[in-house]
């Protein structure tokens, strides 16, 4: 099993930054990509960057050149700085480790909320 808790999300006005941190526990070694979702009411949960243990990145269009994702092996620690934040940027930020060492597992933090005010 492993354990995804998320931290940093808040209110922040429109083109300002925020960090959002999620540490790892548990079963560890299994992890191999972490990375970060969101999902706002009524939609599906769409991809926001993705890391993997060798440090390749993936960003969704609507994010690249404004989020940068950013992994700590050594504490299993994924971070996304998000700046030029955007009013459509508000929902809830989901951590997502994939497990793919061990049964190919997928597992999910518990959300945190990020809003931009306009």
């Known amino acids: 099993q492993v354990r995804l808790v998320e931290s940093g999300g808040g209110l922040v006005q429109a083109g300002g930054s925020l960090r959002l941190s999620c540490a790892a526990s548990g079963d560890t070694i299994c992890i191999s990509a972490m990375g970060w979702y969101r999902q706002a009411p009524g939609k599906e949960r769409e991809l926001v960057a993705t890391?993997?243990?060798?440090?390749?990145?993936n960003y969704a269009d609507s994010v690249k050149g404004r989020f940068v994702i950013s992994r700590d092996n050594a504490s299993n620690t994924v971070y996304l700085q998000m700046n030029s934040l955007k009013p459509e940027d508000t929902t809830v930020y989901y951590c997502n480790a994939q497990a793919k060492r061990c049964g190919n597992l997928t597992y999910w933090g518990q959300g945190t909320q990020v809003t931009v005010a306009s």
């Open positions: 890391i993997t243990s060798r440090g390749d990145t």
